[in-house]
């Protein structure tokens, strides 16, 4: 009788491509179908109501409930005629995700008829029971009320029957219980301080915009093969399995030929996203065997984030049309690459320039330089705070281990940008500003030239690298929700921002020229801010000790990394800037602490099982078969012979008995362990506990399991092996 898992084996082999959905139409046909867009607002609104739905996305001013009465009409009809029956308000909880709950736009009027209804009141905000989700003990000192709120500015969507409509998600008392809420503000704050700086170099500057480019990376397994992974299944990642003997050291996979099966995956997720407005773009193979990514063009950064996050639920359903599974954890296979999500981010304004980049002409510009310079400085002061924003239980596997940047922080800059701060710094103003008439102050030393942007000065170990028009924050995991690291680099960045113009403005009110003002500020922030400036191998064993010598954040646990949200300068920084309260980062640290203890103690638990129920009696069975050979050979021949004949055997005996006993200690061992952990005081030291104290000891039973793997018989091995998850496609 065959094992479940040749089985499922079998099943995986036996699939085909599945031909993909693709429309007749032409991209543009289709684009933005499922989206209600300004083009289809103008068409069901009347001329007045669009103009103050306009104003209200531009400015942020509240809608009056009249005009949000007609836009609901209007959403509606639009959404019945796209074959909507309910809707939801769409949010971002601190679970990471989206959440939604669906109701019918099926209401009873006075005559109790059945008609179809939507109000503006319900259009705007809802109530959603906030005491489901986690919110930090915010809740419990009030109430368990919270609300959701329309968010104007990201347009709703209509997936399958239901409309959806983007909302932030707050407290009874008006705090964030969500990563849309902070992230807005955290927008607001990037615009006006962002905008008052632009101002010392152009009064046309009226608005400054924040860019987000997410490169989202994920994996691809095959259903039948997962459905036979119950650590995949419950915690999105291997617990154990033995390296596969062939993995990605030929490095063949990278931008390989995409194979059929997946690229029917790859068609169909592109034609629903397009459908969705997001613009995908770029598909491709990455490094570890069946790990892909796909990338769109960039956007303003509210969108960017919920298009990211619309993508990763409709990766899910995709991947299902094709009995796959797609693995947005960040660690899903120990040994091989795991995935991130490469932020792209740039700051625009309104007249069209990009303050990231260089210019277009060989003279570089002093506007660029210092944007650079207040990029770095921020970086260096909020380096601990930007790692806290992208650590979590699951890119903790991923940080520092193949190709992936490693758990500090730094900035690299390329050899001609670090060549241009290297010569303001050794320059006077006198040498350094020209100013030009039509385009106003520039920077008169140093050169960048225009093929800058194309050019390969790339540097992969960096967590936080400027690639040509923006920097790329790397750090950032495949699973997590990107507004969490791009609303505490905006609060960090606007905060500095902040302080270089009231720097400027207070050195011109001693009666220093502007030009002069800004270069001494400029030149003074490159200088303070070399500690964060690294353009080696981020991997390398001297980088640690040099970066730990250079006053960076090393620390390595999880829990206490958190730590830097509530330190005296972050809990500053995102209260000048209005991002978060302080009240708010403790609520977002107890958060961030009980998803922690949870993910380990679900991982724990879920390895225990697999060890005791599926691995144990499994390596005793083939043992006892051994055995019994043995005992055969003994009866049947010679003792003279029989020994010899069966010292291999009674190796493999030991050497299972061996490890069956480590597991079984080893499992004991990491229950007590939890044990322990669970009566820990506060959240804090609950996390701290699963990562001191349990981690360590779920490596000891994986350690003993991956081991056994390599013994027991092939044909009697419970669970899918990484070759075979890794290379069924
Ligand atoms: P690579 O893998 O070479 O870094 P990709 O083409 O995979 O590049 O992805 C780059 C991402 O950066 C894309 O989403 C792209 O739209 C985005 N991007 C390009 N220019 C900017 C910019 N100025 N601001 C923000 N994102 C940008
Ligand atoms: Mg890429």
Redesign the pocket.
């Known amino acids: 009788m065959k094992t479940l898992r040749f089985k499922l084996l079998d099943e995986a082999f036996g699939r085909k491509a599945i031909k993909a959905d693709y429309p007749s139409a032409r991209t543009p046909d289709y684009f933005g179908k499922n989206v209600f867009s300004l083009e289809k607002m103008k068409s069901y609104l009347s001329k007045s109501s669009y103009k103050t739905l306009l104003n209200t996305i531009e400015t942020g001013m509240p809608l009056s409930h009249d005009i949000a009465d007609e836009v609901a009409q209007g959403m509606k009809h639009w959404a019945i005629d796209m074959g909507a029956t309910h809707y939801t308000h769409w949010f971002q909880p601190l679970t990471g995700g989206s959440a939604e709950k669906h109701d019918s736009f099926a209401e009873f009027d006075s005559e109790r008829n059945m008609v179809e209804e939507f109000s503006g009141k319900v259009l705007v905000q809802q109530e959603p029971d906030a005491s489901s989700f986690p919110n930090g003990g915010i809740r419990n000192t009030f109430e368990a009320r919270g609300y959701t709120a329309w968010d104007p500015a990201s347009p709703a969507f209509v997936v399958g029957d239901t409309l959806c409509i983007p909302t932030i998600f707050i407290s009874y008392t008006g705090e964030a219980l969500d990563y849309k809420a902070p992230l807005l503000r955290s927008l607001a704050a990037i615009d006006k301080n962002a905008t008052r700086v632009c101002k010392l170099f152009d009064e046309n500057v009226q608005k400054v915009h924040s ?5 989202q990376e994920y994996f691809l397994v095959d259903e039948a093969l997962w459905a036979g992974r119950p650590d995949l299944m419950l915690t999105g990642r291997t617990l154990m399995g033995h390296e596969s003997a062939k993995n990605q050291q030929l490095e063949d996979h990278y931008f390989g030929h995409i194979p059929s099966r997946v690229l029917a995956f790859m068609t169909d997720l592109e034609v629903e996203a397009l459908k969705l407005g997001i613009p995908v773009k ?1 598909r491709h193979n990455e490094v570890a065997p069946n790990q892909f990514e796909l ?4 956007e303003e950064t509210n969108l960017a984030v919920d298009h990211n996050l619309l993508l990763m639920s409709t990766m899910r359903g995709i991947a299902r049309r094709h009995n796959f599974r797609v693995l947005l954890h960040e660690k899903p296979y120990s040994g091989v690459n795991g995935s991130g999500k ?1 932020c ?3 700051l625009g304004t309104d007249t069209g320039v ?1 303050l990231l980049s260089p210019g277009k002409d060989a003279l570089s510009n002093l506007q660029f330089v210092t944007f650079v310079a207040n990029v770095l400085k921020a970086v260096y002061k909020h380096n601990g705070l930007l790692k806290a924003s992208i650590s979590s239980a699951t890119n903790a596997h991923r940080l520092g281990a193949n190709e992936a940047p490693p758990a500090i922080i730094s900035v690299f800059l390329g050899t001609q940008v670090s060549a241009v701060l290297s010569k303001v710094v050794k320059s006077t103003s006198e040498e350094a500003i020209v100013f030009d008439k039509k385009a106003g102050l520039k920077l008169g030393i140093g050169h960048i030239p225009e093929i800058f942007i194309d050019n390969t000065d790339r540097n992969r170990t960096s967590p936080f690298a400027f ?1 040509g ?2 920097f ?1 924050f790397r750090a950032v995991g495949s699973s997590e929700n990107c507004g969490g690291a791009m609303l505490a680099l905006h609060a960090a960045v606007a905060e500095q921002l902040n302080d270089f113009t009231e720097e400027v403005e207070a050195r011109m009110k001693k009666g220093e020229a502007k030009e002069k003002a800004i270069f001494e500020v400029v030149k003074a922030y490159i200088k303070d801010s070399t500690a964060i400036h690294f353009d080696g191998n981020g991997y390398s064993d001297e980088w640690k000790a040099e970066a730990a010598k250079r006053g960076l954040c090393c620390e390595t646990s999880v829990p206490v990394i958190f730590d830097a949200y509530l330190a005296k300068d972050s809990v500053k920084t995102f209260s000048n800037t209005n991002v978060l309260t302080e009240r708010e980062l403790h609520s977002r640290c107890e958060v961030k602490w009980e998803m922690y203890s949870k993910k380990i103690q679900i991982e724990s638990r879920v390895l225990g099982d697999l060890a005791m129920n599926h691995v144990i009696p499994v390596a005793t069975e083939y043992q006892s078969k051994l055995l019994d050979n043995v005992a055969k050979v003994a009866a049947h021949f010679p003792e003279t012979l029989s020994g010899a004949m069966s010292a291999q055997n009674k190796l493999i005996i030991e050497r299972i008995a061996n490890h069956t006993n480590e597991i079984t200690v080893g499992v004991q061992s990491m229950v007590d362990e939890r044990k322990k952990a669970n009566k820990a005081g506060s959240e804090r030291d609950k996390a701290i506990a699963y990562h001191d104290n349990v981690i360590p000891r779920m490596a000891t039973v994986r350690y003993h399991i991956d081991k056994l793997e390599l013994i027991v018989d092939n044909e009697m091995w419970p669970l899918p092996k990484y070759r075979e998850l890794l290379f069924i496609r």
Request: proline share 5%; charged share 15%.
């Open positions: 860019y987000l480019g997410w490169e770029t990338a769109p063009i960039y490469h792209n981010w740039s990009n690639t028009n923006r790329e």
